[in-house]
């Protein structure tokens, strides 16, 4: 059974600090780009970084860029997401994703149809 499963999400002040994780199961993670996307009630979902395997090259929405670092350890098929300086705005459904190839795509990263695996999500809810 190929799964991917969130955790680490919650609830955290203004100002504070998550670290998101993503476990996988009956595939390893070796191979694929993965993504984080998010969605609030009533948005659309959103990408919020992509990680590619063989470079490691990042990718981040402007609206977390300097706060949310994405990271991968392959040993543990495990991705991350570090959220820092969280704001309300980023309350959301936070989800990870493994891509149909390698590399984050420099035009496709935050487009949902490019990844194949889908997490169940994770509620991360930032308030005061």
């Known amino acids: 059974q190929v799964q991917l499963v969130e955790s680490g999400g919650g609830l955290v002040q203004p100002g504070g600090s998550l670290r998101l994780s993503c476990a996988a199961s009956?595939?390893?993670?070796?191979?694929?780009?993965i993504g984080w996307f998010r969605q609030a009630p009533g948005k659309e979902r959103e990408g919020v970084s992509c990680i590619s395997d063989s470079d490691g090259y990042t990718y981040y929405a402007d609206s977390v860029k300097g706060r949310f670092t994405i990271s991968r350890d392959n040993a543990k098929n495990t991705v991350y997401l570090q959220m820092n300086s969280l704001k309300p705005e980023d309350t959301a459904v936070y989800y990870c994703a493994a891509s149909r190839g390698y590399y984050c795509s420099a035009y496709g990263w935050t487009i949902p149809y490019e990844y194949v695996y889908w997490g169940q999500g994770t509620q991360v809810t930032v308030s005061s």
């Open positions: 009956g595939f390893t993670l070796d191979n694929y780009a």
